[in-house]
T-cell receptor, first 111, second 114 residues
């Protein structure tokens, strides 16, 4: 089965609302890395979060290893937040620290 | 600021032709990776390398070769390009050692095989 599951697959909100994106994983984890993928395709690393909570401006990432989940919270969303958000699990013990990606959440804002 | 660059940024290739995608990093990182992304999906690992002159298979290596001639450069080679290899390809780098170190990604190469 899929090791990393992201939800929801798509999310449409009004500008100013808060968004919560989830990533659940079924395997052991070294860390979770969250990315924003621009409409043109390039990746922007948002967080590298092995555990606990991290903040960056309006973004908050929380990784709870015991519950096998990581979340990305966007507060007071803006139209510039539109795009695809990807989570990626860094697996331990693979000799490569490879990332296993979720399929992404497509996030759209209504002005 | 860490930097990973890729060339070309886009390419159109013919079925059966040879394609080489290049990646260059100035991070002084030991690990380098090649991932592919298909429309509507996350990225999947093709090949990786942790030292020059050595490469390792990732999760989907079939149909691809990799080359690491130096610490800074990592190439992905499609000897006989096929339609199914149409995708966006991303290169990434990471420092060796330590449990916690993020990967830095290049801008991607959009490959279309006709």
């Amino acid at each position: 089965g899929q090791q990393v599951q992201q939800s929801p697959a798509s999310l449409v909100l009004q500008e100013g609302e808060n968004a919560e994106l989830q990533c659940n994983f079924s395997t052991s984890l070294n860390s979770m890395q969250w990315f924003y993928q621009r409409p043109g395709g390039s990746l922007v690393s948002l967080f590298y979060n092995p555990s606990g909570t991290k903040h960056s401006g309006r973004l908050t990432s929380t990784t709870v290893i015991k519950e096998r989940r990581s979340s990305l919270h966007i507060s007071s969303s803006q139209t510039t937040d539109s795009g695809t958000y990807l989570c990626a699990l860094e697996r331990p013990g693979t000799g490569s620290n490879r990332l296993t990606f979720g399929k992404g959440t497509k996030f759209s804002l209504i002005p | 600021e860490a930097a990973v660059t890729q060339s070309p940024r886009s390419k159109v290739a013919v079925t059966g032709g040879k394609v080489t995608l290049s990646c260059h990093q100035t991070n002084n990182h030991d690990y380098m990776y090649w991932y592919r992304q298909d429309t509507g999906h996350g990225l999947r690992l093709i090949h990786y390398s942790y030292v020059a002159d050595s490469t390792e298979k990732g999760d989907i290596p079939d149909g691809y070769k990799a080359s690491r001639p130096s610490q800074e450069n990592f190439s992905l080679i499609l000897e006989l390009a096929s339609l199914s290899q149409t995708a966006v390809y991303f290169c990434a780098s990471r420092r060796l050692g330590g449990n916690y170190a993020e990967q830095f990604f290049g801008p991607g190469t959009r490959l279309t095989v006709l």
